[in-house]
């Protein structure tokens, strides 16, 4: 398994950006699918996107157009580029990752968006 790390949450106003990173750790990096999720106060965690080591994506429907998840294999990093931020995007944001059914989870990073 691996071990995530992610930074570069923050307080952003209404219309800002943001970029997440998250680090992993461990070996063959490349074998998994690398995903980013959030979770509201008060509301289940949910999908932002994934990424295949092959650079494939996946978004969440409402999410395409403003966010971009890009990953580095050789650094072992993915990111996640959060244009256009909503109060409605606040939360904290999971780095996940996951291969034959086993999923890993970071500790989390707060958004928070002010209006």
């Known amino acids: 398994q691996v071990q995530l790390v992610e930074s570069g949450g923050g307080l952003v106003q209404s219309g800002g950006s943001l970029t997440l990173s998250c680090q992993a750790s461990?070996?063959?990096?490349?074998?998994?699918?690398m995903g980013w999720y959030r979770q509201a106060p008060g509301k289940q965690r949910e999908l932002v996107a994934t990424i295949t080591a092959s650079g494939t994506t996946t978004y969440e429907d409402s999410l395409r157009g403003r966010f971009t998840i890009f990953r580095d294999n050789t650094k072992k990093m993915i990111f996640l580029q959060m244009d256009s931020l909503e109060p409605e995007d606040t939360a904290v944001y999971y780095c996940?990752?996951?291969?034959?059914?086993?999923?890993?989870w970071g500790q989390g990073t707060q958004v928070t968006v002010s209006s």
């Open positions: 461990g070996s063959n990096f490349r074998a998994y699918v």
């Open positions: 996940n990752s996951r291969r034959l059914g086993q999923d890993s």
